[in-house]
């Protein structure tokens, strides 16, 4: 015969299981209220993540945009900056080849002021003359010398400024190529999207790298090196006007001055000329007088020996007429040639 097996446990009464049923719902449903309000404030969350991470991409893909623009901007301005330099640099190359040649043309003047005075050297008595001439060639001397001194302090300038306009090039060329670098990376950087491949996530990517400037800074470098560029232009430019004002400067203080060495010169030449033939004629008529007075000469030693006749004639009859005789030997005019005085004792 079986026995009732009763379980020593206690006993709930049917309101508290109930009140537990009740309980368990209530919790049940406060827990799905819970879990509805995280899910949607998740979803909102999330479309909230969503759009601010699809307008920040967009925000970013703009300012890479905008940067990219911007650094194109100064890419294209040290472009013409470059453009314009390497004009000059060329401009100012010539010039300075240009006063080089003129410089190396003047030692031919030089070398004929300096023969000529040489050869004036050679003058013998009265002509070595310190005449205007020689005044002339030593100051044509002095202003060739001057001219080539002053075309070489151009050329000198010319070639500290085209060691700086040089430099300056460099330095532009140095930030023309970070500004392409730069491009070539924002562009990569823009052409990225999430199906890009070569995507990936990276250590500390927010840090800032050592060595990096600000926006003000990077651009106050462009800026600098664009001014000392144009600084640098706007000086070579006005070196250039003055190594060229100095060239038609020193030419024309050449040309004057070979002109009025000319002018000295065929002034000398016309007095020399003139004293020359001024010479010539006095030469002319010195050596017809010598012939006239050769030939008086000539005559007058014919009438000398014509008169030796005569005095041989006149000392004969002189000396015959000695031997007159007592009282006849007087003085008379046949014996002397001249007249007799009048007094009487005295002549006897």
Same mark, same amino acid.
């Given at each position: 015969m079986a026995t009732l097996s009763v379980k020593p446990s206690p006993r709930f009464q049917l309101p508290d299981w109930h009140t537990n049923s009740c309980l368990l719902s209530t919790n049940a449903e406060r827990q799905r209220d819970a879990s509805h309000q995280i899910r949607q404030e998740a979803r909102v969350l999330c479309n909230e993540t969503n759009n601010k991470t699809i307008w920040d991409e967009h925000d970013n893909r703009t300012r890479l945009a905008e940067r990219i623009d911007s650094v194109n901007r100064w890419k294209e301005t040290l472009d013409k900056c470059l453009t314009d330099l390497d004009a000059e640099i060329d401009a100012l190359t010539q010039m300075k080849e240009s006063a080089e040649q003129n410089l190396q043309a003047k030692n031919l003047p030089l070398d004929v002021a300096i023969e000529c005075l040489t050869l004036r050297e050679s003058r013998r008595d009265i002509d070595v003359v310190k005449?205007?001439?020689?005044?002339?060639?030593? &100051?044509?001397?002095?202003?060739?010398?001057? *001219?080539?001194?002053a075309l070489q302090q151009k050329i000198s300038q010319a $070639?500290? @400024?085209l060691c700086l306009l040089q430099e300056v090039r460099q330095q532009l060329n140095s930030d023309h190529r970070g500004k392409m670098e730069a491009v070539d990376v924002d562009r990569g950087c823009f052409s990225l999207n999430l199906k890009s491949p070569n995507i990936s996530l990276k250590i500390n990517p927010t840090r800032v790298p050592s060595g990096s400037t600000t926006l003000q800074q990077w651009d106050d470098y462009s800026q600098f090196n664009k001014n000392r560029a144009e600084a640098e232009m706007k000086?070579?430019?006005?070196?250039?006007?003055?190594?060229?004002? *100095? %060239?038609? &400067?020193?030419?024309?203080e050449l040309e004057a001055q070979r002109v009025a060495a000319e002018f000295a $010169?065929? @002034?000398?030449?016309?007095?020399?000329? &003139?004293?020359?033939?001024?010479? @010539?004629w006095q030469? &002319?008529?010195?050596?017809?007088? %010598?012939?006239?007075?050769?030939?008086?000469?000539r005559h007058l030693e014919e009438d000398l /020996? /014509? @008169?030796?006749?005569?005095?041989?004639?006149?000392? *004969? /009859?002189?000396? *015959?007429?000695t031997y007159r005789p007592n009282v006849e030997l007087c003085r008379d005019q046949g014996c002397s040639g001249r007249p007799v005085p009048a007094s009487g004792p005295a002549a006897g």
């Open positions: 005449d205007p001439v020689e005044e002339e060639l030593h &100051k044509e001397v002095e202003v060739i010398e001057a *001219t080539k001194e $070639f500290e @400024k000086e070579s430019i006005e070196l250039r006007e003055a190594i060229a004002l *100095t %060239i038609a &400067k020193t030419n024309n $010169f065929r @002034k000398r030449l016309w007095e020399m000329e &003139k004293v020359y033939s001024e010479l @010539k030469e &002319k008529n010195t050596l017809e007088e %010598i012939a006239e007075l050769q030939e008086d000469i /020996r /014509r @008169k030796l006749q005569n005095l041989k004639l006149c000392h *004969t /009859r002189l000396e *015959t007429r």
